[in-house]
Structure formats: C-alpha cells, structure tokens
C-alpha cells in the first residue's frame, strides 16, 4: 500500500554533488520520520541522515557539514542534498520511511529500492 520511489543518484567526481529525492505514495494516514541509509560492497548498511516530520535532524558524522537532509510534508518528500562527495561516500542509498497506513495502529518501515551514487577519484 506504500511505495517509496527514488531518484537523483548517479556519476560524480570527487568534490561534486548530487541531489537525491524520495517521495512516498499510498494509503498513508501519517509520516513520523523519513531519512536515507546507505550500504558500500562489502559494508553494513547505515544511517546517513533522518528528518521527522516536525524538522528535527540526525545526520551521520562522516557526512555531517557535507550532506543536508530535508523534505515537504505536503508531497511526502524527502532530500538529500550531497556537497563536497568524496570516494567513500559511493554506496546504494536507501530511501526509508516511518508510515502509519489507515489499516493499522501502528508505525512500519518502508524503504525504497535504492539509487547508485559512484564517487570518482
């Protein structure tokens, strides 16, 4: 009943920036959080930032100052804005969300299917 759809990744040379989107569609009665994971070959998959739905933030160390989350309540849209890319941000990243649907009592995770961002050297 939820689907979350990403876009945005692909190629970029150290030191670029790409711009990532998801937006969350279905029957949803509410949105308590939404944010991005990532997971490099070889690595456990990891947060890299969240925004619930009043603003506040948590964004990883490794990207902090580099990468800012954010979203529109209103298109159930989140965004990952990725300054200053370096090699080891290269990963798959995942978009997640925190959705009550209006047949249940409770919050479940949902995520996206995952878009590539490649960081040259």
């Known amino acids: 009943q939820v689907q979350l759809v990403e876009s945005g990744g692909g190629l970029v040379q150290a030191g670029g920036s790409l711009r990532l989107s998801c937006a969350a569609s279905g029957s949803i009665f509410s949105i308590n959080a939404m944010g991005w994971y990532r997971q490099a070959p070889g690595q456990q998959r990891e947060l890299v930032a969240a925004i619930t739905s009043t603003g506040s933030t948590n964004v990883a160390t490794s990207v902090k100052g580099r990468f800012t989350i954010s979203r529109d309540n209103a298109k159930n849209t989140v965004y990952l804005q990725m300054n200053t890319l370096k090699p080891e941000d290269t990963a798959v990243y995942y978009c997640?969300?925190?959705?009550?649907?209006?047949?249940?009592?409770?919050?479940?995770?949902?995520w996206g299917q995952g878009t590539q961002v490649t960081v040259s050297s």
């Open positions: 997640n969300a925190r959705i009550m649907i209006y047949t249940t009592l409770h919050w479940d995770d949902y």
